[in-house]
């Protein structure tokens, strides 16, 4: 094989490469988005329904927390008690202060 013809399927080989590892975390992506728009959503209504103001900043702890919980445990319920757990006492300790 004449080094131009190596040198090419080297380069064919890295695209292919790069693409599928580019397609990878583009469907990590796309997955992560969804989760935390339905979390947000969830912990907007729990919020209201619970009479509490509204936060962004508070949902969007909540949902970091929830989203690396349940990608370690994969268990969907374990992660919203763990984290529905701390924003209730993040929320107590803050009302002291």
């Known amino acids: 094989?004449?080094?131009?013809?190596?040198?090419?399927?080297?380069?064919?080989?890295?695209?292919?490469?790069?693409?599928?590892?580019?397609?990878?975390?583009?469907?990590?992506?796309?997955?992560?988005?969804?989760?935390?728009?339905?979390?947000?959503?969830?912990?907007?209504?729990?919020?209201?329904?619970?009479?509490?103001?509204?936060?962004e900043e508070i949902a969007k702890e909540t949902c970091d927390c929830y989203y690396e919980e349940f990608t370690q445990t994969a268990s969907h319920q374990d992660a919203k008690t763990k984290c529905k757990l701390e924003t209730k006492e993040n929320l107590n300790h803050n009302r002291k202060i």
Do not use: D, P
Request: proline content about 0%.
């Open 1 to 55: 094989m004449k080094a131009s013809e190596y040198r090419f399927f080297i380069f064919v080989n890295l695209i292919i490469l790069f693409n599928s590892f580019n397609s990878y975390y583009l469907a990590q992506t796309k997955q992560n988005s969804i989760i935390k728009l339905f979390c947000l959503q969830s912990v907007k209504e729990e919020m209201l329904k619970s009479e509490i103001v509204y936060s």
